[in-house]
């Protein structure tokens, strides 16, 4: 047996070579239809081309069985991946063949040097135009240099594979026939599970599934001894000091293929499912009655950004949604720090609120976008980064922003960049020149915001990624946006004449014959403050025939926000409400009048 984790930075083709060893590891019929990605079974997953969460399969490679784990390459996922290595020996680093080693790609692989994995290196989409081979493998040897690689790890082997294709060599200039090279050196380089058969039973909880016949299921690898359905057994934990509890295991599931596979026993380096422990969260130890003894587990990366999530209040409320109260929202959210072992809910400052933090803009909004679809409607805040007082010093968030762009575009991201108190380290072009990689250094702040401005900026070619770097000392106040809001004093549906003469104040958010209360967020303005508008006004009927009564009104097309815009458009005063239907962008306070006494009240604190 051998389990692996293939790790790698966003887009390399993790999921894309899982597919290609599971067509070639017999998991498939000769005729079977196949998925394109299918270990990527959640729908967002699919929609957007990324991996959210880690996930388990297995193939057979003569008679070996290879467990291998598919993990996320965001950054906003990064503790799905420091988790799941605990359950591996080995990893495959995939690279991609032109982009080289990139941010994430340095922090997955810091992780399982971290833990003395062994390495195997695979050069990915060879296949491409402006592949880079030779440079690409001096860039990897450089980056195993920097991360303090032991020598053994620096001699790790390099493969060279087409994920599309389903080919592997050991050579950058042949191309292969099929991925047996890469299930060869998987075999020779990659250990086989140690540990004791004949001692008491001992497991760590890695992930955790949920079902709703058993509740939940404990996902780990055996470290030592075997474990029987039936059998009585301890959870313990070794950072929490709890009191060991009795439980009994109910069912056992192994990987085999795309399937879970019921099973009575399972032995030391098994890589297994179970129910039967009702309580079980990610960093328990599974032990023997006789022999508690809990397993230490990785510490996960501390969130850096928090949202306000609170229940919908907006006169909307309730039309779609079938979960609106507070209990049900408090409910789902501590549900999912189950799952999410980067995730950290608390109570707000009222019962309707809960703060919510996560790693960043991505993994919140994921959250959102999840509970949306399962019928449940809030209200959340603009994110906020989450300070650190060092030394006595107010420290914040910092982010190593790699950016690839056209040469022509380089100006323009620099200037916005620097507006932004980012610090620049690095700069070099790549290929022929007409692309440049630029480093930065700045605030997890100072990004809000920005990437959808950065999209316009580079005409939709420039590739952002992020990378936490720690925390520095506060750099001081920054003004995040430049435009201001076009806020609707009341509330009907919108009319063609009421848009016709509010689009000349700035763009507009909303079409015809949509229906806004007051309070509600209808477009911007490019002054910078806010303006009450009345898009729902209807024009008045007369006898009299006017010149201008059959002037065509044309109306220019409303901007759609995605949930991700949205929350990088809403100031502090600003909320968004999330419905399985509709995203609305409002006000805090709707009441007009009430507002704009805040407001002066708020101008007049700060004077």
Partial sequence: MRNIAIIAHVDHG??????????????????????????????????????????????????????????????????????????VNGVILLVDAAEGPMPQTRFVLSKALEMNHRVIVVVNKIDKPDARLEEVEEEV???????????????????????RQGTASLSPYQPGEDLRPLFDTILEYMPAPEGDDEGDLQML??????????????????????????????????????????????????????NRVQVNEAKVGDVVCFSGAADITIGDTITAVSNPEPLEFVKVSEPTMEMTFAVNDSPFAGREGKFVTSRQLRDRLYKELLRDVSLRVSD??????????????????????????????????????????????????????????????????IEKLGRRKGELLEMNPIG??????????????????????????????GI???????????????????????????????????????????????????????????????????????????????????????????????????LEEAIEFINDDELIEVTPKSIRLRKSILNTELRLKAEAKRKQGNA
Avoid at 148 to 161: G, K, N, R
């Fill in 14 to 87: 993790k999921t894309t070579l899982v597919d290609e060893m599971l067509k070639q590891g017999g998991v498939y019929r000769e005729n079977q239809v196949t998925t394109e990605r299918v270990m990527d079974s959640n729908d967002l997953e699919r929609e957007r081309g990324i991996t959210i969460l880690a996930k388990n399969t297995a193939v057979h490679y003569g008679d070996v069985k290879i467990n291998i784990i598919d993990t996320p390459g965001h950054a906003d996922f990064g503790g799905e991946v420091e988790r799941v290595l605990k359950m």
């Fill in 141 to 163: 040897l450089e980056l195993l240099c920097d991360l303090d690689a032991t020598d053994e790890q620096l001699d790790s082997p390099m493969i060279f594979c087409s994920g």
């Fill in 205 to 258: 909880v890695s992930s955790i599934d949920y079902n709703e016949f058993v509740g939940r299921i404990g996902i780990g690898r055996i470290e030592r001894g075997s474990m029987r359905v039936g059998q009585e057994a301890m959870v313990c934990n070794y950072h929490t000091g709890m009191t060991p509890k009795k439980v009994k295991i109910v069912s056992i599931y192994q990987f085999d293929g795309l």
């Fill in 348 to 413: 707000g400052d009222t019962t309707d609120q809960f703060r919510v933090a996560g790693r960043g803009e991505m993994h919140l909004s994921i959250l959102i976008e999840n509970m949306r679809r399962e019928g449940y409607e809030l209200c959340c805040s603009t994110p906020r980064v989450l300070y650190k007082e060092i030394d006595g010093v107010k420290c914040e968030p910092m982010e190593r922003v790699t950016i690839d762009v056209p040469a022509e575009s380089v100006g323009t991201v």
């Fill in 432 to 461: 022929s020149g007409s692309r440049t990689r630029i480093e930065y250094s700045i605030p997890s702040r100072c990004l809000i915001g920005y990437r959808s401005e950065f999209m316009t900026d580079t005409k939709g070619e």
């Fill in 464 to 562: 952002i990624n992020t990378l936490f770097d720690g925390y520095q000392p506060f750099k001081g106040e920054i003004p995040m946006r430049f435009t201001g809001s076009l806020v609707a004093s009341e509330t009907g549906e919108t009319t063609s004449y009421g848009l016709y003469g509010t689009q000349e104040r700035g763009d507009m958010f909303v079409g015809v014959q949509t229906p806004v209360y007051e309070g509600m967020i209808v477009g911007q303005n490019p002054k910078g403050q806010d303006i009450a508008v009345n898009p729902c006004k209807k024009k008045h009927l007369t006898a009299i025939r006017s010149t201008g009564a059959d002037e065509k009104l044309i109306l220019t097309p409303p901007i759609i926000f995605s």
